[in-house]
């Protein structure tokens, strides 16, 4: 098995891709801590009976990323329980839509909110960056880990995610720094830039419109969460172990070509 004795977080790890890797790194021999939200638990107690009911361990935390106390109490709870921290998955990320300015037909101006902008920036960008930084305190003492943050194909730039793609950009950014800086202390850092995803965050999109967007795939289809979930475990893997700081679009060709 590839994570034999090896501990992880998965942030989001009750539903879509979050819980696809759950699955498969716990498939792999690895004892996960699924962190998701109070609202989030009963769907990440059901990804631990799964994986036990396989033969693996994992276990439930409620966390919220955005909150240092919360990641902080997370991974102290895993070092209370396992003793180590070998990988986190830094998975969890939300959207909320909005044109930066649009003038409606009855004339009005709409516009992304401050409350939209700064959920959007709290979770997805300050919650893997506290993930990051509460995550390394044990991986630099023990001189080993590996981290695999969550971008997304939209950083190109999408309609109506200014929120969302800014947040995204800065994953990069934060990949490539923190690779950086916890390079000598063996700590490799890297991120997996997904295209359109069979999930929950998805599933309100319209069949019509999957359907129009596919097209536009040169693959033809959205992702399944487990060909993502297989990047994040290739490179919380030792066959990774020379690579950090690199983003891999994982997103069936959609970002080459025009
Ligand atoms: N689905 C896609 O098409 C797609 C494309 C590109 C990138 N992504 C990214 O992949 C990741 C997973 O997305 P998904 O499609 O599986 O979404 P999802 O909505 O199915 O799952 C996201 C999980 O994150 C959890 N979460 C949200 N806010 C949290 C917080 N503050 N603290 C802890 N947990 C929190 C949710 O409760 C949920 O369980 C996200 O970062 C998302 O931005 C998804």
């Not at 939300?94 to 044109?99: G, N, S």
């Not at 720094?177 to 700590?187: D, G, I, K, P, S």
């Not at 419109?209 to 990047?231: D, G, H, Q, T």
Request: glycine share 8%; charged share 20%; hydrophobic share 45%.
């Amino acid at each position: 098995m590839r994570l034999e004795n090896k501990i992880a977080i998965v942030t989001g790890g009750a539903s879509g891709i979050g819980r696809a890797t759950v699955l498969k790194l716990a498939s792999e021999g690895a004892k996960v801590a699924i962190a998701d939200v109070v609202s989030q638990q009963e769907a990440a107690c059901k990804v631990v009976d799964e994986v036990q009911a396989a033969g693996g361990a994992a276990i439930a935390l409620a966390a919220n990323v955005a909150s240092r106390s919360d990641v902080e109490a997370m991974v102290d709870a895993v070092l209370k329980q396992f003793g180590r921290l070998d990988i986190l998955v830094a998975n969890a990320g939300i959207t909320r839509d909005a044109f930066t300015i649009r003038k409606t037909k009855e004339g009005e101006i709409k516009k992304m909110s401050d409350d939209q902008w700064d959920a959007v920036l709290n979770v997805n960008l300050k919650g893997t960056w506290l993930c990051c930084q509460a995550a390394a305190l044990p991986m630099v003492e023990q001189k080993s880990g590996k981290m695999s943050l969550t971008a997304s194909f939209g950083i190109r730039g999408n309609m109506g995610q200014a929120n969302y793609a800014a947040s995204k950009a800065g994953i990069v950014g934060l990949t490539r720094t923190l690779a950086l800086e916890f390079a000598r202390f063996n700590v490799n850092v890297n991120c997996v830039a997904p295209g359109a995803t069979k999930t929950p965050m998805t599933s309100t999109i319209p069949a019509e419109l999957v359907a129009k967007l596919s097209e536009k795939i040169p693959l033809k289809r959205f992702a399944e969460p487990e060909e993502i979930a297989n990047v994040h475990l290739f490179l919380v893997s030792n066959e990774a172990s020379y690579i950090t700081g690199q983003c891999i679009f994982v997103d069936g060709g959609n970002t080459l070509g025009v």
